[in-house]
């Protein structure tokens, strides 16, 4: 198993600035992922945190919006850029250990409220 | 891209019914995983299935992956008020998707006394 700790787990932030949010694991993983969900909507992937080299991301996210560090095998960072209220949802850093055919872990959460 | 589907997206019951909650992928998937979250709580792994035609039982709850193995079903035999929250699937597509997990919708479950 994982243990994730996601900081900070929840923050107001105006208009036009920035949050990082941080995701330490216990141990070392392979895989990471960020996700974003709404309140009561499904998860949706924003990107794979690839260490050492840059993230994977998916349709409809761009680095320059969600900039993503990974140094090492147990830590990585989301940038949430120039936020709008739009931006406002919970994201969730998770991981996956070993080969793939293996569970996700997900960290706690960060509930982001842009005004 | 890879889309999960999952259906109802909401169930009410009375404690003591049974729920099901129907999952279909529009590809085939390596494997696909269910997972729970309780309000406010984050995703928590419930089980795996990745042969096809699988069928794993965990107490009242059973899990069931299709022949094609792009389709699934979890059923909650009996409900009880700690059930409440919302049961994702998650299907992993497996070769080049490197880990990705791809969610349904959500079914929220809502239990009555």
């Not at chain 2, 109802?8 to 019951?13: A, E, F, K, L, R």
């Not at chain 2, 193995?69 to 700690?82: E, G």
Request: with cysteine.
């Amino acid at each position: 198993s994982a243990v994730i700790s996601q900081k900070p787990s929840r923050d107001i932030c105006q208009r036009g600035t920035s949050l990082t949010i941080q995701c330490q694991v216990d141990s070392q993983v392979t895989m990471m992922f960020w996700y974003r969900q709404q309140p009561g909507q499904s998860l949706t992937l924003i990107a794979t945190a690839n260490q050492g080299s840059e993230a994977t991301y998916e349709s409809g996210f761009v680095i320059d919006k969600f900039p993503i560090s990974r140094p090492n095998l147990t830590f990585s960072t989301l940038t949430v850029s120039n936020m709008s209220p739009e931006d406002s949802s919970i994201y969730l850093c998770s991981v996956r250990a070993g080969s793939p055919n293996t569970e996700a872990f997900f960290g706690q959460g960060t509930r982001l409220t842009v005004v | 891209g890879q889309q999960v589907m999952q259906i109802p997206q909401y169930q009410h019951v009375q404690e003591g019914e049974d729920f099901t909650t129907y999952c279909n992928s529009s590809t085939t998937l390596s494997n696909i995983q269910w997972y729970k979250q309780r309000p406010g709580g984050h995703p928590v792994f419930l089980i795996q299935l990745v042969k096809s035609g699988e069928v794993k039982k965990q107490k009242r709850l059973t899990f069931q992956f299709g022949e094609a193995k792009k389709n699934s079903s979890l059923h909650i035999t009996a409900t009880q008020t700690t059930d409440v929250g919302t049961y994702f699937c998650a299907g992993d597509a497996g070769g080049t998707s490197y880990g990705k997990l791809t969610f349904g919708q959500g079914t929220i479950l809502t239990v009555h006394p």
